[in-house]
Each structure stands twice: as C-alpha cells, then as structure tokens.
C-alpha cells in the first residue's frame, strides 16, 4: 500500500481536509503521547497533553513552512503544549504528589520473598531513576523506543535527527542502560552471569 | 569476521531489529562463537526486556484519532495572510532558507579568506629592472628574506627576484643558492644571513657561504665584520661566525684586508681573519675539496633559464681597475713614495674618489697599506702627491716592492691613470 506523505496530507488539511488530519493523528498519537509522557506525563496527563497538542498544531497548521517536516514540527508543538500544560498544572501537581506505595505484605508472602506488585513497582522506579541518568538528548528516543516501540525510521523523522544519529543514540543509550540495570537483574535472581571483562 | 568490538556497537540495532541482513549474520555467526559476546548479549537483552516490560505499562493503547477531529479547534489563518508576502514563504526551499540563516556567519568568514588571500598573493617582488640583481635559483628549506626598512620576514620563493638591499637568511634546515648579475652564484649554507648590497657587493653577516664569481669588467667584493675580500672572477668560501671571518679560496685570486694589513690569496690558501685585527695564513691540502657543500644545492633549470635572458652575462672587456707599479729600491733607506697621475678633463669636478694603496714586497708579503682620500687628489694642482712610509724593517729590508693602487669605490672604473710612481729616499 502506498502511504501519502505527511506533505501531501499536510497539503490536504490546509485545503480544509479533517480526514486527512486524522490520518495524521493516526500516524503520530503514538510518538507524540511519549513525548508528551516524557515531558509531562509521570503522574498523569500524558493524553491530555497529547490531544491539546494535536489541537495546537492543526490551529497553527498554515504557519508550518516546510510540510515535508511536519513530524518534527509536531515534537517541538507538543514539547511547548506539554511545558504550557506543567506550568498551568504544576501547583496542583505538587499538591498531589503520591504517597510511597503502600503494601499489604503477609505472612505467607514474606515467606516466598518479596510480592510481584512491590517487584514491578520498584523495577519500574528503577528504569526510571536509570533513564533520568542518561544525557537529557538520549532520552526521548529511548522513550519512543520501549515505551512505543517505534522504529528508527520514525524515530528520526519525530525527532528530526538522522537514523544514523539515532542508530548511535539508542546504541550508547543500551550500553549504559545494560550496566546500570544489570544489577538490577542479578538482583531478580535470573542471571547467573557476570558481566563480561574486557 | 566481525571484531568483538563492531559486535558490541551492533548489539542494540539487532535487538531492535533494525540490523541490515548481511550484518545480522555476521553478528549471529560471531556471537555463536564468542563466550563474551554471547554474555554481553545475553545480559543486553534481560535489559531491553526489562525496559520494555516497565514501560509498556504506560503505553499508549488508545486510539485518540476521533477525540482530537471531534474537537478540532478552527485553523489560525492570520499567520499565512501575514506571511504570504515575505520573499521567504515565496522561496520556501531550504537550501535557499539555510543560505540566508547562514549569511551572517560565511559573509565575513568569505571576506577573511579573500583578504589574506590578497594580502599573500600580493606581488611584492615586483620586477624593477633598476633595482633587480639577481634571482634564487634554488631554495632548499624554508629560508626567509627581508628589504630594507621593512620589519617583515617573508618566505624565500623560488625564481623570486633578489633587489638591493634585500637580507637572505637560512634556518637550521635550510639552503640557498642565489644568482646575481655578473654572474655570480651565491651559495648560503644553513644558519646564514647575508645582505645583497648590489649586484658586485654583499655583507656576510654570519654563517657560511661559497661565492662563483664571474669575471666582469669591476671587482666584487664581501664585507664581513672583520674583513674586506675583494675578487675578480674566482670561487671561494667564506665563512664568519662572531670572532672571525675564514677564506679559502678554491681558485683564482682573492685580496683580503682588515684594518691593519692585508693578504693575497690563491688556490688553496685560507685567511683566518678575526676581530682583534689579527689575521693568520695557511693552506688547505685538497683545494678541489672545498666547500664540497656548495656543489651540491643544484639551480634550478627554469629559474636558471629566466635568470640567463633577463640578466645576460656581462661580456665586456675584463678591465682590471688596479693598477700595480713594480720600483726596484734596492738597498736605499726610503721615507715615501711620490705618485704622478695624468691630467683629466673632469678635473675640476672631480667626484674625488679616493685609492688604496697597498705595498707588498719581492715575495708578495704585503708589507703596508695606506688609504688616500679622494680631497688629495683634487687639491693637488700639480698632478702628484707624496705619501709617507713608515721607517720599518721589513719595509727597508724589501729589495722591490709591488705597488698597487685599487680605487675606493671599486664599483667604478678607475677614473685617474697614474703615470709615475717613486720612491724618495732619505
């Protein structure tokens, strides 16, 4: 099947073509929700985020002078949309910090070791903690990688970077990713290697 | 074969998926090989599963495409109205766009390149038939040169012309070899610095140079700080450090004199002449050896050729402008010498060149020499003066003497003729 481009259909919109938009919106909620999760999204309003920000960028659609770059100029509306969104909902957002998980362990469960919920609970803190050490620009891209699952290919036409510059990115990403949760994983119990010694 | 290294940046594009075919096979066949690998690779992906299983939680399920058209807000027009006329959104391309962004950035970088550019490639050897001497020939090393008034060291070029006054110098690594007219060669070894005077005088300042002189129809002549050395066609070596000037003279004759005395010299001889004045003589066993160095820095053709037709060897009759007179003294005692010149039709506007008059014995030692004032031979009216000689033995005890007398600015021709020179004894 032949896709259109994101131009033709850009080119489309202007002409007054909602459909089309929705093909657009269709194509990019799944980039353009991780971005807005990444920037906005930890406790919540990731999706409002996202919408809001597919409402801005079809109001000031005729402003994109480059049609054929829309991907990337969607990133940099729903990284304002999502910096607009915190600022508006940062005093109710401290409000609401949440409290540290609270766990009902019982006898039986000590017994068999720590229970699954607490064990996803802290492992997704942990990949958190070690996703927020990485470089501030190495992050998005992981976040559309295993959050979305996205290609390179969409990847860098989202982020407007090469796929070569991704292809490094997300490399040098996994490599310290891998060190940095590797104890993480022997921890778990299901490694019995060690890491290899150069 | 892949290197364990290629297999370690690889890792994650072939998890993701988003290894070429080729290369993935290149990394499956390394790591079935490789314990390490296979360990790193193992341990990449309980990582990436472990990435994944966190973050799915917080994927995106939901299909918002019909939420967001429901509400779509109306599109903002103003911008484009307002836009519309910029020469940009008329010329949308993104070369052009870069171009533009990058304007202020190349312009003056452009600016810079064109103006050093222009300031090297200036021509500052232009070629002033009046003031040109010569030509490098050969340029060896980096070497520098420099005018006179002129601070500025620049780099020595090949078939650069050589004007007046200009200052050659070697470095550690480098030699020259210069052509002035005449001809004469000019070879510098390394760690020189010469001043070309003109095309028949240049001022060795330090290091070691190898003069060819071709005969032409006025002296050449090489100051140094400690000595004169005046030739006609001949090849020697000069070399001068901070205390003394060393000549050895490969063929031909070279007259070298100093304050007090002065020194023929001949194949094979050497003058060590140094700043206290003193000046000692020897000879050197294989002439032909002699500045062996020198033979070695080869012209350049071309530059040759140039040389050859912008500045012909002079073919003029060799016009020796010394004049040597041979007064048998026998064993008389003689206080002076009398000299008697003809007459000149530019008498009366007489430049009043002076001469110097050198005194050497039967076996050419030179015995005294004495500087005569161009004012003397103006004011004597009647064509003759008498010049004082010191009462000492060596002088007494000469049987003949040989009298020669150079003009002082040895770059003319002689301008009086001398017709009588005698001895006045006591």
Known sequence: MH??????????CLDGDTDAYGVLVGRYQAAVYATAYYYAGRVGGAEDVAQEAFWAAYRSLPRLREPERFASWLKEVTTRTAANWLRRNAPRMRAETPLPHRIQVSIEDLRQGPTKQLETAERYEQVQLAIDTLPERYRLPVILRYMQEL?????????????????GILQRAGRQLRSLLADLNETQGDAQWHRADK | MASCRQVD?????????????ADKLVFEQHVANCNPCARQLNQHKQASALLYESLREKRLYMDFTSQVLGHLPEMDLTQTLATETTWRTKNPHRLTQLFFQWLPVFVPILLLVFGLALYYAWPNDEFHSEHVVGMVLQADGPAHWSREMDLMRRDVRLEQWINQADRFETGATSQLLLALAGP????MDQASRIKIDDARRITVESGRIWLDVGPEDRYFQVITPS?????????????????????????????????????VLREGDRARVTLQNS?????????????????????????????AAT????????????????????????????????????????????????????????VYKHHLPGTLFRQAGNHSIEVDLPDNKILQNARILHIKLIPEDIQRKTDLTFSEIAVIGY
């Open chain 1, 3 to 12: 896709l259109e481009t994101d131009k033709d259909l850009v080119l489309r």
């Open chain 1, 151 to 167: 290609s390179y290919e969409e990847i860098s036409l989202f982020t407007g970077e090469s796929k070569e510059e991704i292809r």
């Open chain 2, 9 to 21: 940046i690889w890792m994650q594009a072939y998890l993701d998926n988003e290894l070429r075919h």
């Open chain 2, 184 to 187: 004469t060669q000019v070879a």
């Open chain 2, 227 to 263: 000595a004169r050395i005046i030739v006609f066609g001949t090849r020697f070596e000069v070399a001068v450090d901070l205390q003394e000037t060393v000549i050895t003279v490969a063929s031909g004759e070279v007259q070298v004199e100093n304050e007090h005395s002065f020194a």
């Open chain 2, 279 to 307: 000046m000692e003589r020897d000879s050197v066993s294989r002439p032909e050896r002699i500045a062996r160095w020198a033979q070695e820095i080869q012209a350049n053709p071309d530059a040759e050729a140039v040389f």
């Open chain 2, 311 to 366: 500045l012909p060897p002079r073919n003029g009759v060799v016009v020796n402008a010394e004049q040597v007179f041979v007064v048998d003294k026998r064993d008389h005692r003689i206080r002076a010498i009398r000299l008697r010149w003809e007459p000149t039709m530019q008498d009366a506007e007489n430049p009043g060149e002076g001469y110097h008059l050198y005194i050497a014995d039967d076996r050419m030692e030179p």
